[in-house]
């Protein structure tokens, strides 16, 4: 990056998911500007390349969950992040597709039965994207919220192994950060789109979760005291289903949730894998089938380094 060029320049540069976002969170930008910015992830960019490979069907990768990263669940979850306007009618489509066909077009008992049967990831997943799109009826949702609710571990967290059985694995006593941010954000995305009548108790399960968290610093074992997973504290984008450090700091940011020294020694891990140039690399993708790469591996990510500022400029408020 030219010495004379400013982050938020380097970063305007780039695709409109990272403008809009750039002009609403870190350069304060009038609503009607980042609105105006918002709209054309749908004429241009990652956003409109997406939208152009949804079949006639309204599906993506011929199938709702599988094949990774190309079915319609991971579709959908990287348009959102990307920030299309929820009242687009493709992607609208697409989610209301997902939600029908994974749990049920009414709140019955068939519907119950598919909810409970659903791993809770994928649970969370397809609240956030009923939540995001504003596809579910009240009743749905609220069921699915419910589900969850249900669903909760002593600890405060989600595991998708809870309640399955599976061979040579005993029934587990801890939560998956994996799931339980995937959990989370369906939860987050419900709290802020609807006005839901457990949203209480959402907020309360919400702050017992990050509570979790918290008590391991983000990556670190109770028992040992050891990051639990090395790729937990790796730059990465998109997310998936995978946990990792960032994620975890960008939704206390995302939840506006109070500072707590817990969280120190991560954010100084993010400070310290700022390159000298000001600008955080992309360490790693998780590999599996995509329809095009947003950016390479190794190189200045304008979506790591969009994050990794909204992070630190909440930390820093």
Not at 45 to 65: F, I, P, S, V
Not at 226 to 241: A, E, G, N, T
Not at 258 to 285: F, Q, S, Y
Request: hydrophobic letters at 40%; glycine letters at 6%; a positive charge.
């Amino acid at each position: 990056m030219n010495t004379t060029t400013t982050l938020t320049d380097w970063l305007m540069a780039g695709d409109p998911a990272i403008r809009w976002q750039t002009l609403r969170d870190l350069l304060d930008a009038p609503e009607a500007e980042w609105q105006a910015e918002r709209r054309r992830t749908l004429e241009s960019g990652w956003g409109a390349q997406l939208l152009a490979l949804q079949d006639a069907k309204g599906t993506w990768g011929r199938a709702l969950y599988e094949p990774k990263w190309t079915s319609t669940t991971y579709t959908l979850l990287t348009l959102i992040d990307l920030g299309i306007p929820p009242d687009c009618v493709p992607a609208r489509k697409g989610a209301r597709l997902l939600l029908d066909r994974m749990l049920g077009e009414t709140c019955d008992a068939e519907f119950t039965r598919k909810l409970a049967n659903r791993d809770r990831c994928i649970v969370g997943m397809l609240l956030q994207i009923a939540a995001y799109f504003d596809v579910g009826n009240p009743a749905r949702m609220e069921a699915i919220v419910d589900n969850l609710l249900h669903e909760l571990m002593p600890d405060g967290g989600w595991n998708c192994r809870k309640g399955r059985k599976m061979s040579n694995r005993p029934e587990p006593h801890h939560s998956s950060f994996h799931t339980t941010f995937s959990v989370l954000d369906g939860l987050r995305e419900y709290v802020e789109r609807c006005n839901g009548a457990r949203r209480s108790e959402v907020l309360a399960a919400e702050q017992g979760a990050l509570e979790l968290l918290l008590q391991h610093h983000l990556v670190y074992s109770d028992h040992t005291g050891r990051v639990i997973r090395p790729d937990f504290m790796l730059l990465v984008y998109p997310y998936r289903w995978h946990y990792s450090m960032l994620r975890g700091l960008e939704y206390f940011a995302r939840a506006g949730a109070p500072r707590d020294d817990r969280l120190k020694e991560a954010i100084n891990l993010v400070k310290a894998k700022r390159r000298p140039d000001g600008l955080w690399p992309l360490e790693h993708k998780y590999a599996a089938e995509v329809f095009f790469n947003m950016e390479p591996v190794g190189k200045p990510s304008r979506w790591v380094t969009l994050r990794a500022l909204r992070v630190l400029r909440w930390w820093d408020s």
